[in-house]
């Protein structure tokens, strides 16, 4: 099912009244745990002068409260610790329970979410990449697509990926130019990735090192106050760099070493960590067994579906993406039947 007509369905739903109806069978379901996946919120969807990647921004300020205010009215928010603290009693988990989470660590997430989250007096997991936290520099995906969106080159050439883009005056046909780079990249070994995005950078004469105020990691300063404000912060490695795709030494490291930079700067343990890119080809049994051994107790991937809080999953829980071309009523209903009106991605067995 397109997600053309998933949107169409949830607004029917809507309109008919049906929505509470199918919440109310859909719930009949026990110890089902919906984990909300976000990235960026900003005032737009499609900011003027934005030349980054747009698909990262989850959802307006504005959706994003309205979002937040209708998972208090019927659900059950909940922590990470809390979580944790049912598995570790053997209890089961409330109806409707749901945990808000962040990826990457961006500086709206403190500039606007956070806000948005006390008000309501609710609260969000933030996981973070500790080595943009101390450099400030921009991500290096996000930094690909602005350079893409941005170079005066007239052709992309990237025979890594064995293949050449034009590039036209379009913004819109470099957004697409970059989905694809983006696509294509991703399949590679994490060192070979980097290092493209490193010859485009010196080729362009586009240093990453010059920054951008449109993408700005989060300071630790403002993640011990989120903290202290109730939020929740978890590793999301140390560099960005999808985990399987690095040699074993080096995965290992950012697996230890950002749980050992989160405890050392927040002074609180840390149990929950996701995995960067979180597909399938992100993570594997290497992974989840240096994740155990790093002494986490919980792991997020970015597979779509609702999770199943058992010990054989624990460290591949599942979660359902909020994405920008999501109206209120599609996200409700993605949250109510996130089978019917999400989309779905199968997970493998570990």
Same mark, same amino acid.
């Given at each position: 099912?397109?997600?053309?007509?998933?949107?169409? !369905?949830?607004?029917?739903?809507?309109? $008919?009244?049906?929505?509470?109806?199918?919440?109310?069978?859909?719930?009949?379901?026990? %110890?089902?745990? +919906?984990?909300? @996946?976000?990235?960026?919120?900003?005032?737009?969807?499609?900011?003027?002068?934005?030349?980054?990647?747009?698909?990262?921004?989850?959802?307006?300020?504005?959706?994003? +409260?309205?979002?937040?205010?209708?998972?208090?009215?019927?659900?059950?928010?909940?922590?990470?610790?809390? &979580?944790?603290?049912?598995?570790?009693?053997?209890?089961?988990?409330?109806?409707?329970? &749901? #945990?808000?989470?962040?990826?990457?660590?961006?500086?709206?997430?403190?500039?606007?979410?956070?806000?948005? #989250?006390?008000?309501?007096?609710?609260?969000?997991?933030?996981?973070?990449?500790?080595?943009?936290?101390?450099?400030?520099?921009?991500?290096?995906?996000?930094?690909?697509?602005?350079?893409?969106?941005?170079?005066?080159?007239?052709?992309?050439?990237? *025979?890594?990926?064995?293949? %050449?883009?034009? !590039?036209?005056?379009?913004?819109?046909?470099?957004?697409?130019?970059?989905?694809?780079?983006?696509?294509?990249?991703?399949?590679?070994? @994490?060192?070979?990735?980097?290092?493209?995005?490193?010859?485009? =950078?010196?080729?362009?004469?586009? *240093?990453?090192?010059?920054?951008?105020?449109?993408?700005?990691?989060?300071?630790?300063?403002?993640?011990? =106050?989120?903290?202290?404000?109730?939020?929740?912060?978890?590793?999301?490695?140390?560099?960005?760099?999808?985990?399987?795709?690095?040699?074993?030494? %080096?995965?290992?490291?950012?697996?230890?070493?950002?749980?050992?930079?989160?405890?050392?700067?927040?002074?609180?343990?840390?149990?929950?960590?996701?995995?960067?890119?979180?597909?399938?080809?992100?993570?594997?049994? =290497? &992974?989840?067994? @240096? &994740?155990?051994?790093?002494?986490?107790?919980?792991?997020?991937?970015?597979?779509?579906?609702?999770?199943?809080?058992? *010990?054989?999953?624990?460290?591949?829980?599942?979660?359902?993406?909020?994405?920008?071309?999501?109206?209120?009523?599609?996200?409700?209903?993605?949250? $109510?039947?996130?089978?019917?009106?999400?989309?779905?991605?199968?997970?493998?067995?570990?």
């Amino acid at each position: 099912m397109g997600a053309g007509v998933r949107a169409k !369905l949830a607004k029917l739903s809507h309109v $008919t009244g049906l929505m509470p109806v199918l919440g109310r069978l859909r719930m009949a379901q026990q %110890d089902e745990l +919906r984990i909300l @996946a976000y990235h960026r919120i900003l005032d737009s969807s499609d900011p003027p002068g934005f030349n980054f990647d747009v698909e990262l921004i989850s959802a307006t300020r504005r959706d994003f +409260r309205k979002q937040m205010q209708w998972v208090k009215r019927h659900f059950h928010p909940m922590r990470f610790e809390e &979580v944790l603290s049912y598995m570790d009693a053997g209890r089961r988990l409330p109806p409707r329970a &749901v #945990l808000v989470t962040f990826d990457d660590g961006y500086d709206d997430n403190y500039h606007v979410a956070y806000p948005i #989250l006390r008000e309501l007096d609710m609260s969000a997991m933030f996981f973070v990449s500790t080595g943009y936290i101390d450099s400030g520099l921009p991500y290096a995906y996000d930094w690909l697509v602005f350079m893409i969106c941005t170079t005066a080159a007239p052709m992309l050439r990237a *025979p890594e990926l064995e293949r %050449d883009w034009p !590039l036209t005056d379009s913004l819109g046909q470099r957004r697409t130019v970059a989905n694809e780079v983006l696509s294509r990249l991703k399949s590679l070994q @994490a060192v070979d990735q980097l290092a493209l995005i490193g010859r485009l =950078e010196e080729e362009w004469g586009m *240093p990453r090192a010059s920054g951008h105020d449109d993408c700005r990691p989060m300071t630790w300063d403002q993640l011990r =106050e989120m903290r202290r404000g109730g939020m929740e912060i978890g590793s999301h490695g140390v560099n960005h760099c999808m985990l399987a795709k690095l040699p074993l030494q %080096d995965m290992h490291y950012e697996v230890s070493a950002s749980k050992q930079a989160l405890e050392r700067e927040l002074e609180e343990p840390v149990h929950v960590i996701s995995y960067p890119v979180g597909g399938d080809d992100a993570f594997d049994d =290497e &992974v989840i067994d @240096a &994740v155990r051994q790093a002494g986490y107790r919980l792991g997020c991937s970015y597979v779509s579906q609702v999770a199943q809080l058992r *010990p054989d999953n624990a460290y591949a829980l599942p979660r359902l993406h909020v994405e920008r071309d999501m109206d209120p009523v599609r996200v409700e209903a993605v949250i $109510t039947w996130p089978e019917v009106f999400g989309f779905s991605t199968p997970q493998k067995k570990r």
